[in-house]
């Protein structure tokens, strides 16, 4: 089946929009396992209620409006006020326990939930079903959770944590189906990954299109992670009054546990064959990554405790899920800024700038990871590598400039959509990166990958109908009735370009631009790049020990709970198990907080203090030799080297680095001697100096010696990245101190580096 055309997409588009404006978070209405009040001001008395809201002995249902909690439901009103009184932080539902009331009808338990919305407080009762009881112990969930966390460590990639997700999710929710779903840049969604009884078809590696979770939809994914619907075949409990009475506005239901299912989604589900769901979002950074979507073909409850824990092994997911990718970004990010450092050092070389990248075509490919590339100016067009003809990329080169004038960086894996003529060359060039290289005339780098023809699996034909609905005053959208699997081809597309890539062309342009104004030996160097890697990094710690914090305070609350409120009912095996549980909760959020604590200082600006240089070389020493074979012999002659005023965490990198590099360059000496020593003051100046007998160096090279990725020894003779004295220099730098160095071929080398003998001192 051929691809969509450009009508089809605009119709779906339209569609899509009209799905978009669906309130479905004011729909006025609940699921029936439970029941709602909105409740005001200090006496939280009730100003909405839902229609199902049970009679209590002396109480009637309908005389509940206007009556203070304390009288409505008297069973709730302590864990309400308690709830209220510690002003939680955040938006989103609170479990406060269960409850069971003496109802005119019987006993009924239910498990409790509050939240605020636009200044009520919002309480949810969720009937607990009588064949939940055995599935509401911690005992019972623990083992899952371990054995979760065990695996996640074992996961090799991506797909292996996904599986294991599906699989872990089905088993505690006990659904026909569970999925891993998979946004794209475009919102659609693929299933990544399944686990199944065979109830259900599998819907494995189907995609599914961006209207079946429309925008506003997927913003109530992201602020309220679980979604529950045990039967898809209920009838709806009204709120009454349909207003809130202070703001005359509907009562806003974002965060419910207990809120309606939009129309359009009931018939959806009917239309899969399935009557019960369960959505848990995983979110990466705060955006919305995906969703686990488990379905069943016949009603299903699951309980309370059961959702917590599907909610707390997706936040951990998420956060190996985070690191993986963050990984493999920060790998690629690395591999391409050495590229970049070596194309910036050719322009550098180069009279031209431009015959640094067409002399070296290689690296100009892999820095994007394209098939060709060119450069082009008002004079020239350099093509390299399988590139559009001269002309065709003459063409490109001039609509650039007129339509993309303002554009820095221009993207697309599909240029045929924005520059029809490029379906010529779709098969040499259908995905474009281009970056100005110039702020005064039209020029450009271009680089290009060739078109990947696909055929794309769909879960049933994504083009929805909609059918005239006179009641809505226009058409209805209805969901696809069919899931079937229709497949697309899908052409005039390359391989999307990563974050990382379009970071390096841009880094590239800028350094083109700097060398331009003659600055090619402040861009050159790789230090902007690593800085950000270490924010990235550091920020990434902070959000893991930031976000582990509240799931582990969850343990901590409900171990608490299960503990006083449930001991008569545990064993004494029970109980050892819950307090082993409490007491590895807390160690854990001890170590998070020190965690915490720890990339918070790595995020913070210099911390200058005054400490002794001489103790502080001679703990880098010791711990340097313990790690040296005991047959190395070095004669250490240190000091003395007085005191210092700096931050003593950067500053130990720095000796760390001019140590042990003393002691690498001086291995093939049968005694090797490193001397660590203080000059005399000058000039606000404290000088000190690293002096070995090692192999030395080559003066005439010495100005790249502090240059990131210089090496002046292959690597196969001595280990090493080539970073660790640009990190002694810009630690030096930072602190206001100078750095240089003085060595010749086989008589060893001094490294000298200054402080100020004040803070702010030069």
């Known amino acids: 089946m051929s691809g969509l055309d450009s009508s089809a997409r605009s119709l779906a588009a339209a569609h899509l929009t009209a799905c978009d404006r669906e309130p479905i978070h004011i729909l006025g209405t609940l699921q029936p396992h439970g029941f709602l009040l909105a409740l005001d001001g200090p006496e939280l008395r009730v100003v909405q209620a839902s229609a199902n809201v049970p009679d209590l002995p002396g109480r009637p249902a309908a005389e509940i409006h ?118 794209d840049r475009d919102w659609h969604g693929t299933v990544v990954a399944e686990d199944g009884n065979g109830v259900l078809p599998s819907y494995l590696d189907l995609r599914f299109p961006a209207s079946d979770i429309p925008a506003q939809a997927r913003e109530l994914y992201r602020r309220n992670r679980l979604r529950i ?162 002309d065709e990329v003459r063409g490109l080169h001039a609509w650039l400039s007129r339509h993309r004038s303002k554009d820095r960086v ?72 069919s899931f079937e699997i229709w497949k697309e081809t899908v052409q005039g597309r390359a391989l999307p370009w990563s974050e990382a890539e379009i970071g390096a062309a841009k880094d590239l342009r800028a350094a083109v631009l700097g060398i331009v104004l003659r600055r090619a030996e402040e861009l050159a160097a790789l230090s902007e790049e690593l800085q950000r890697s270490n924010k990235e990094l550091e920020a990434f710690s902070y959000s893991v020990s930031h976000d582990l914090r509240a799931p582990f305070r969850h343990i901590v609350g409900y171990s608490e709970l299960l503990r006083s409120r449930e001991t008569d009912r545990l064993t004494d095996k029970g109980r050892h198990y819950v307090d082993t549980i409490a007491e590895a ?39 340097m030799m313990r790690d040296l074979p005991p047959e190395r012999v070095i004669r250490w002659q240190i000091g003395p080297l007085g005191r210092v005023y700096a931050d003593p965490v950067m500053l130990r990198l720095a000796i760390e680095n001019l140590l042990s590099n003393a002691v690498k360059y001086t291995r093939d000496k049968s005694e090797a001697m490193i001397e660590v020593g203080r000059a005399p003051d000058r000039d606000g100046e404290a000088a000190f100096f690293v002096r070995d007998n090692g192999v030395g160096f080559d003066m005439s090279y010495v100005g790249k010696l502090f240059g990131v990725f210089q090496r002046l020894h292959r690597v196969e003779e001595f280990e090493g990245t080539g970073i660790g004295l640009a990190n002694v220099r810009r630690i030096v730098e930072r602190h206001g101190g100078r750095t240089w160095a003085e060595g010749s071929l086989g008589a060893g080398a001094t490294f000298h580096f200054t402080l100020p003998l004040r803070e702010g001192g030069r």
């Open 585 to 623: 909760a807390l160690s854990a959020g001890r170590l998070v907080d020190n965690l915490l604590a720890f990339s918070q200082m790595g995020r913070n600006s210099l911390n200058r203090v005054t400490g002794d240089m001489t103790l502080l070389v001679e703990e880098v020493r010791r711990k």
């Open 66 to 183: 206007g009556m203070p909690l304390r009288r409505a439901v008297p069973e709730v009103f302590d864990a309400v006020a308690a709830y209220r009184a510690a002003e939680p932080e955040g938006a989103g539902a609170s479990h406060l326990g269960s409850v069971t009331l003496d109802t005119v009808e019987g006993l009924r338990s239910y498990d409790l939930a509050a939240h605020p919305s636009a200044g009520l407080l919002v309480l949810e009762c969720e009937e607990i079903a009588s064949e939940a009881a055995s599935a509401r112990s911690l005992d019972a969930l623990y083992p899952r959770l371990s054995a979760f966390v065990e695996g996640l460590h074992a996961a090799a990639s991506v797909p292996d944590l996904c599986a294991l997700l599906a699989r872990d999710i089905r088993h505690i929710t006990g659904f026909d189906r569970a999925l891993v779903y998979r946004f």
């Open 229 to 390: 619907i045990p039967d898809a075949g209920y009838a709806p409990v009204p709120i009454r009054p349909t207003l809130t009475p202070a703001t005359g506005q509907p009562l806003d239901l974002s965060q419910s546990i207990l809120r309606s299912v939009s129309p359009v989604h009931v018939e959806y589900m009917r239309n899969m064959g399935t009557q019960a769901s369960m959505s848990v979002s995983i979110l990466v950074d705060g955006a919305l990554w995906g969703l686990i979507s488990c379905h069943n073909k016949a009603p299903r409850r699951v309980p309370l405790q059961a959702r917590n824990a599907c909610d707390f092994l997706t936040r951990i997911f998420a956060l190996q899920l985070a690191a993986m990718e963050g990984r493999a970004a920060a790998e690629q990010r690395i591999r391409l800024g050495a590229i970049q450092a070596r194309l910036l050092g050719y322009m550098a070389e180069e009279e031209q700038f431009i015959d640094g990248l067409l002399h070296h075509p290689e690296d100009v490919l892999a820095l994007a990871d394209a098939a060709g590339a060119a450069v082009v100016t008002a004079e020239r067009c350099e093509l390299l590598g399988r590139t559009p003809s001269a």
């Open 410 to 481: 221009f993207v697309t894996d599909a240029l045929g959509e924005a520059y029809p003529p490029a379906a010529a060359f779709a098969d040499r060039a259908s995905g474009v990166l281009a970056i100005s290289i110039s702020q005064k005339y039209p020029s450009y780098v271009l680089w290009f990958r060739p078109e990947v023809v696909q055929t794309v699996r769909w879960g049933g034909n994504p083009n929805k109908a909609a059918t005239p609905d006179p009641a809505a005053g226009g058409d209805r959208l209805h969901p696809r009735k």
